[in-house]
C-alpha cells in the first residue's frame, strides 16, 4: 500500500491560482509528509544545441529557472508558516510530462499532484496531453485536481473492477481500497466503493451462443449477471470492511453511472486504476475511462500496477 511521505507538487508558472499545489499542501499536513514544489520548464528558442549553443544563451537559460525558483520560494513560504516541510526545485526539460517522471524518479517521489485545466463554458475539467500522458507514464500514483472546495468530511470513491473485466490485476483492485482507506483515515474522510457492469454483455454474449435458448428471458440473464457481479463485489468489499450502504453496484456504463454517483456524493475524488493487459504489454488508458475520467466532477487520483515501470529514459535536460 502507499503510504505517502514524499509529495510532488506542479506548479504551472503561466496562471496565478494553483489548487493543486494548495490540495498538495493539504495532504501533506494531515498526513505528515514532505511537501516539494516543481517547475518544470523549456523553451525552444533559449535551448541551443551542441552545434549553435552559446554562453549568451546559457546565460538566459540560467536566469529564467533562477526566476522560477524565486517564484516557487515565495510560494513556499506561506506553506512553510503553516507547518508544511517545503522544498522547492525548477528544472529545465521537456516534454512536460517526461521531465515530471524524470524529476519523480530522481527525487524519489512517491505521489505527483497536478492541476487540471477548467473550461468554465461547460462547467467541468478538461485533462491535458499533460495529464494523459503523466496517466500512462507516471510511475507513482497520480492526483489529478479539479477547482473544487472538500467538504469537511471528504468522500474518496474507490472505483473497482472485481471481475477483472479489462484485464487488470485483482491485486491492483486491492490497492486502490487500500490506498483509499489510507487516505480517508489521515483527513477524516470516508471510503465508498463503485462497480458497474454493462448488462447487454450479458444479454449479447448470451443470444449469441447457440446452446442457449434464444427465447430465454432477457431479465432472468440479466439478474444473473446481477447475482454473479454482486458476489464478486461483496466479497472484495467486506473483505476491506466497506459497509453495505457505502458500496455502489450500478447496472450501467461506467463513464456515465460514476460522474452520477461522484456528484451524489459530493465526492472529494475518485480513485481507479491505470488499466493494463498485463506485464508484458503497455498501459493504456482505454476509450471508457478517457470518458469517465473527463466528466467526473471531482479529483482523481490514479493507481498504477505494483509491477508498473515507467518507459521514460532518465537521460536529463540541464540548463547549463
Request: contains cysteine; negative net charge.
Amino acid at each position: 500500500m502507499h503510504e505517502f511521505s514524499k509529495i510532488l507538487s506542479i506548479i504551472d508558472p503561466t496562471v496565478k491560482e494553483q489548487p493543486g499545489m494548495h490540495r498538495a499542501a493539504w495532504l501533506a499536513k494531515q498526513i505528515g509528509a514532505e511537501l516539494e514544489l516543481l517547475v518544470c520548464y523549456y523553451n525552444e528558442y533559449l535551448s541551443g544545441d551542441r552545434l549553435f549553443d552559446s554562453p549568451s544563451l546559457e546565460k538566459a537559460r540560467n536566469e529564467v529557472i533562477g526566476s522560477h525558483s524565486r517564484h516557487l520560494e515565495e510560494l513556499a513560504e506561506p506553506l512553510r508558516a503553516d507547518g508544511v516541510v517545503v522544498t522547492t526545485s525548477a528544472v529545465w526539460d521537456h516534454p512536460l510530462y517526461e521531465g515530471i517522471v524524470r524529476h519523480v524518479v530522481s527525487s524519489g517521489s512517491d505521489l505527483v499532484v497536478k492541476d487540471t485545466h477548467h473550461h468554465s463554458a461547460v462547467a467541468r475539467a478538461l485533462l491535458t496531453n499533460t495529464d494523459w500522458n503523466l496517466i500512462r507514464t507516471c510511475p507513482v500514483p497520480l492526483w489529478l485536481v479539479k477547482p473544487i472546495d472538500l467538504e469537511d468530511e471528504p468522500v474518496f470513491i474507490a472505483a473497482i473492477d472485481p471481475m477483472n473485466e479489462h484485464d487488470k490485476p485483482a491485486a491492483l483492485d486491492d490497492e486502490i481500497l487500500q490506498t483509499s482507506k489510507f487516505i480517508a483515515d489521515k483527513v477524516g474522510g470516508r471510503v465508498h466503493a463503485f462497480h458497474s457492469y454493462d448488462p447487454r454483455i450479458a444479454v449479447a454474449t448470451a443470444t449469441a451462443n447457440a446452446y442457449i435458448p434464444v427465447s430465454l428471458p432477457f431479465d432472468e440473464i440479466e439478474q444473473q449477471m446481477h447475482e454473479d457481479h454482486q458476489k464478486r463485489f461483496h466479497e472484495i468489499t467486506s473483505f476491506h470492511g466497506i459497509e453495505d450502504d457505502e458500496s455502489h453496484l450500478v447496472a450501467g456504463l461506467t463513464h456515465e453511472e460514476l460522474p452520477i454517483v461522484a456528484d451524489e456524493l459530493k465526492a472529494a475524488a475518485v480513485v481507479m486504476g491505470a488499466v493494463s493487459r498485463n506485464r508484458w504489454k503497455r498501459l493504456f488508458i482505454g476509450a471508457t475511462a478517457e470518458r469517465t475520467l473527463e466528466h467526473l466532477p471531482c479529483d482523481l487520483l490514479i493507481i498504477k500496477p505494483d509491477w508498473f515501470q515507467t518507459p521514460v529514459e532518465q537521460h536529463t535536460h540541464e540548463a547549463a
